[in-house]
């Protein structure tokens, strides 16, 4: 079993940057496939960026590649994404994920953390 912690959300103008950190316990971390996914108000939960368990293999939702990176740092049990350029569209709960894939899809993903709010200004 596996719990996961977000953090490193907050209110930015647009333009700007913010890092989420993504805390693993209770669990192997390294041998899970990390998501993150996000869910703006009244909209449904979608991918944003992936990355496997080596941290070799990453991917990323089109409107975001170029502008976001994840990464992670399995001795410390740790993901993160590094949000560069941010716009308002991009303002949502932000959620990170551990399964054992590289999965672009919620159901490929069984632990959850509780989100943190991200909110871009214009």
């Known amino acids: 079993q596996v719990q996961l912690v977000e953090s490193g959300g907050g209110l930015v103008q647009a333009g700007t940057f913010l890092r989420l950190s993504c805390a693993a316990s209770g669990g192997t971390f390294s041998r899970y496939g990390v998501g993150w996914f996000r869910q703006a108000p009244g909209k449904e939960r979608e991918f944003v960026a992936a990355?496997?368990?080596?941290?070799?293999?990453?991917y990323y939702a089109d409107s975001v590649k170029g502008r976001f990176t994840i990464s992670r740092v399995n001795a410390k049990n740790t993901a993160y994404l590094q949000m560069n350029s941010l716009k308002p569209e991009d303002t949502a709960v932000y959620y990170c994920?551990?399964?054992?894939?590289?999965?672009?899809?919620?159901?490929?993903?069984?632990?959850w953390g509780q989100g943190t709010q991200v909110t871009v200004s214009s």
């Open positions: 990355i496997s368990w080596t941290g070799d293999s990453t």
């Open positions: 994920a551990a399964g054992a894939f590289l999965g672009v899809k919620t159901t490929e993903y069984n632990y």
